[in-house]
Nanobody, 123 residues
Framework: QVQLIESGGGSVQAGGSLRLSCVYSGYIRGRHTFGWFRQAPGKGREGVAAISPNNENTYYADSVEGRFTISQDSAKGTIDLQMDSLITEDTATYYC????????????????WGQGTQVTVTS
């Protein structure tokens, strides 16, 4: 089981930036993919970005490609999501998640989830 705790959410004007951080702990064997997902009110959960074991591959939703960057520091046990050029449509609760293997942004494969952090982008 992997434990995940997110931080860094908040309110920002459109065009601004935020950096989310996720601290993970537990039974990590270097074979976990970590992802960021989001859910806006009244909408389903959407995969935003993911990073494969050993940082070999990254995956992004089309809606955030070129604006968001996911990174991992395995020595610190953190997964960061740098969000630039934010738009109002980015408003959502953001969740950090972990999956064993290489599921990309397929949320059904993720078995460990954090509690979420709120991101609000104002116009």
């Amino acid at each position: 089981q992997v434990q995940l705790i997110e931080s860094g959410g908040g309110s920002v004007q459109a065009g601004g930036s935020l950096r989310l951080s996720c601290v993970y702990s537990g039974y990590i064997r270097g074979r976990h993919t970590f992802g960021w997902f989001r859910q806006a009110p009244g909408k389903g959960r959407e995969g935003v970005a993911a990073i494969s074991p050993n940082n070999e591959n990254t995956y992004y939703a089309d809606s955030v490609e070129g604006r968001f960057t996911i990174s991992q520091d395995s020595a610190k046990g953190t997964i960061d999501l740098q969000m630039d050029s934010l738009i109002t449509e980015d408003t959502a609760t953001y969740y950090c998640a972990a999956a064993y293997g290489l599921p990309g942004l397929r949320s059904s494969a993720y078995t460990s989830w954090g509690q979420g952090t709120q991101v609000t982008v104002t116009s």
